[in-house]
Nanobody, 116 residues
Framework: QVQLVESGGGLVQAGGSLRLSCAASGNIFSINVMGWYRQAPGNQRELVAT????????YADSVKGRFTISRDYPKNRMVYLQMNSLKPEDSAVYYC?????????WGQGTQVTVSS
C-alpha cells in the first residue's frame, strides 16, 4: 500500500515563500517520478513540477525560476517544493504525486493561499 502525506501549506503574503514536503511510504519501485500538481477552484489539476529518481526535473512555465523541486537522495522517500516569490495566482490545493510501473498515486492535498 503506497501512501503519500503532504505538509507545509498555509497562508502567505504575495512575494513570500513556502516549502511543501511529501513523505512516501509503502512498497515503491526504485525507478519512479515524484511531483507536485495543483488545482484551484474551477480549474483542472495542473502540473507544477516533477523530478525523477535520477534527478531530472521538469517545471511548468508559470513557476520556472520561482519554484524548486528536490528529493532526499539516496533514500528517495521525500519530495520537496520550495516556492519563492509567491503570487496570488499560485493559490491552490497542492497534491503530491508518485508514478512507477504504470501506477499513479496521490496525496490528500495541502492548501496554499497567497494574499495580495
Amino acid at each position: 500500500q503506497v501512501q503519500l502525506v503532504e505538509s507545509g501549506g498555509g497562508l502567505v503574503q504575495a512575494g513570500g515563500s513556502l516549502r511543501l514536503s511529501c513523505a512516501a511510504s509503502g512498497n515503491i519501485f526504485s525507478i519512479n517520478v515524484m511531483g507536485w500538481y495543483r488545482q484551484a477552484p474551477g480549474n483542472q489539476r495542473e502540473l507544477v513540477a516533477t523530478i525523477t529518481s535520477g534527478g531530472t526535473t521538469n517545471y511548468a512555465d508559470s513557476v520556472k525560476g520561482r519554484f524548486t523541486i528536490s528529493r532526499d537522495y539516496p533514500k528517495n522517500r521525500m519530495v520537496y517544493l520550495q516556492m519563492n516569490s509567491l503570487k496570488p495566482e499560485d493559490s491552490a490545493v497542492y497534491y503530491c504525486n508518485l508514478k512507477f510501473l504504470g501506477g499513479t498515486y496521490w496525496g490528500q492535498g495541502t492548501q496554499v493561499t497567497v494574499s495580495s
